[in-house]
């Protein structure tokens, strides 16, 4: 049995993870409403993506987050995957932002992109790799 020391900041990110995922689940519904009562001017895919992609982006989150607490390797290769979905949604948004002249929702993807860049970064250190490789091999 390998013993490796926990990477730095481990715990740290997830519960960074839990306090994000809490609060767009309690945003969600906010936003929802606004959308319904016209409060809210978006663009095609910021709507589709906060009506059917947000609730789905919410649970994996919560249930990714579980897998890195319960030290499970799949976990750490699941978040990669909605890391990435994620980037890629906030790319088609920043260029509709660009394109409606929206600079509300341009504003909140740019600061939100390079938050999903280093969460991606930190998580794929092949120091998280090894730890989470030492607990599958027990």
């Known amino acids: 049995m390998v013993n490796l020391d926990i990477p730095y900041g481990h715990r740290l990110m997830i519960t960074f993870g839990y306090l994000e995922r809490t609060i767009s689940l309690l945003v969600y519904p906010i936003a929802l409403i606004s959308l319904s009562n016209g409060e809210l001017e978006a663009g095609v895919i910021t709507t589709f993506g906060s009506l059917v992609i ?9 249930q990714i987050l579980n897998q890195l607490r319960r030290k499970e390797i799949e976990g750490l290769e699941n978040l990669k995957t909605l890391i990435q979905i994620e980037i890629i949604f906030y790319l088609l948004c920043i260029v509709e932002s ?39 091999k027990l």
Do not use: C, M, Q, R
């Open 98 to 136: 660009i394109f409606t002249e929206n600079p509300e929702y341009l504003i909140s993807y740019l600061l939100f992109l390079p938050l999903s860049i280093f969460v991606l970064i930190y998580w794929g250190a092949p120091s998280h790799k090894k730890y989470f490789e030492s607990f599958d």
């Open 54 to 62: 947000s609730p789905f982006l919410i649970f994996f989150g919560f």
